[in-house]
């Protein structure tokens, strides 16, 4: 163990370890309260670029030498490459305001391009923490920085990942293009329609909510950088501002921008608030769809059987034979936890203080879980259902045609007086409402599924 000191004193630190005291001391005050930073890869490679950035801004406006900010973007694309991640050891959620994440990053960049430059381990006589890889910046700038590019580049696996669901949706569309089933309102009997109807309306408002969530994380390629502690900039480099935005940009390869007003942008959290309620809703969206999966795949014999969820594991420990559709229960369940990570960000949106908000670090963790969780959540609903998802055409028309939606089909020609006294008499007979039709001479055997067919094209 090495030892290093602060204002506060001295701490033990493993001889390896490229973090130093602040780190250990963030690590050690909040380590009981969620996952390391390490566990949030995007986040860490994403943080290490925009340090790379701001070293070769720094660079470019004359406040720090060639060899320095070389041997800085060589510590950052190591991190980036994935290496040193374990050194990141302070908690996502951590209390600090930021401060404790920003330092870890500070002490192992620092650590990292010292040893390039032939330095010893917690030295920081060639490159240090502050004066060097934190220079220009503050972390009221950096963080919410990191966290917004951060959703940017989260958010393109979530995007790929729900676009081939819809367009898994899009397929049972095509397959089921013409299989009859009955519209429900309510719960009761509406009118006939089809699966390929019913599978694009879900494809589509798939689709709308990918596109919202596209719209809300391009908000947040404008980012703070330069703002420093409070939005005047004070403690930059002359100069600095005007080569960050463009070293930014050239790191992630998408357009990044500076603000046009640097107090709005670090006082406001409404960007993380807006993207986290797309993800919401597009948690929703599917939480519904599955939801309706769960009531047309009921029961088999004694529940509607519409649809024939793939089996994926036994459903019960006592009744034999029992299957339950766990995957849209999995997909409705992760549309519950997405209300309590937004409901988290909206919260910690609105009780920001004064210049800055010091609950970042709590919405970057309800975040970056709620990222993860929709992406996996979106996979694993078009693999393990979607896509073996089968269509019991049979039960589908017989459950469409003993239902009182055939009461539709007549309505235009018969009216609806005439069509709700065929209704009752069908009723008081125990006969299927189109049994009814066909003994009053309404409808032939035949023609009943060509005036279905016809009636679920509605007006078209």
Do not use: W
Request: net charge negative; glycine share 10%; proline share 3%.
């Amino acid at each position: 163990m090495r030892k290093d000191k602060d204002s506060l004193g001295e701490v033990s630190i493993p001889d390896e370890a490229l973090y130093s005291s602040g780190t250990v001391r963030g690590a050690e005050n909040f380590r009981l309260i969620g996952r390391p930073l390490s566990a949030y890869p995007d986040f860490v490679v994403t943080t290490a670029r925009v340090k790379k950035a701001a070293a070769i801004a720094n660079n470019r406006a004359g406040g720090m030498t060639e060899e320095v900010a070389r041997a800085i973007a060589q510590a950052c694309d190591e991190i980036a490459s994935g290496q040193h991640h374990a050194n990141f050891i302070v908690a996502m959620a951590e209390g600090s305001g930021g401060t404790s994440t920003n330092m870890n990053f500070n002490e192992v960049i620092a650590n990292r391009a010292g040893q390039i430059l032939g330095d010893e381990l917690g030295a920081f006589r060639k490159v240090h923490p502050n004066d060097h890889v934190n220079m220009s910046q503050s972390t009221n700038d950096v963080l919410p920085t990191a966290i917004k590019l951060t959703c940017v580049v989260a958010a393109e696996p979530l995007i790929a990942s729900a676009s081939d669901l819809a367009r898994a949706f899009r397929d049972k569309a095509e397959t089921y293009r013409n299989a009859l089933r009955l519209g429900r309102t309510c719960m009761q009997a509406a009118q006939p329609m089809t699966y390929g109807q019913l599978f694009d309306g879900y494809a589509s408002g798939i689709e709308r909510a990918i596109a919202n969530v596209q719209k809300a994380r391009d908000g947040l390629r404008t980012v703070p950088m330069g703002g420093t502690a409070i939005g005047t900039g004070l403690g930059a480099v002359p100069g600095y501002r005007d080569h960050i935005g463009p070293a930014l940009s050239e790191e992630f390869g998408f357009d990044v921008s500076l603000p046009a007003d640097y107090f709005d942008a670090m006082q406001s959290a409404d960007a993380f608030a807006r993207f986290s309620a797309e993800l919401k809703i597009l948690s929703e969206t599917l939480g519904k769809i599955a939801a309706d999966l769960v009531i047309l795949g009921s029961g088999g014999n004694s529940g509607l059987g519409e649809i024939i969820l793939p089996s994926v594991q036994p459903g019960s420990s006592i009744m034999a034979g029992k299957v339950n559709p766990v995957i849209c229960m999995m997909v409705q369940q992760n549309a519950f936890i997405m209300h309590g990570y937004d409901a988290t960000v909206s919260v910690a949106a609105l009780h920001g203080q004064m210049e800055i908000n010091h609950f970042e670090p709590v919405i970057a963790h309800a975040l970056f879980n709620a990222l993860e969780l929709l992406t996996n959540g979106c996979q694993i609903f078009r693999e393990k259902c979607i896509e073996g998802l089968a269509i019991d055409e049979d039960r589908s028309y017989d459950n469409l045609v003993r239902s009182h939606a055939m009461s539709s089909v007549f309505l235009r020609d018969l009216g609806y007086e005439r069509v709700t006294a065929l209704v009752k008499d069908a009723a008081a007979k125990g006969i299927p409402l189109a049994e009814n039709a066909v003994a009053h001479g309404l409808l032939t055997e035949a023609g009943i599924r060509a005036s279905l067919e016809q009636a679920a094209q509605g007006a078209t």
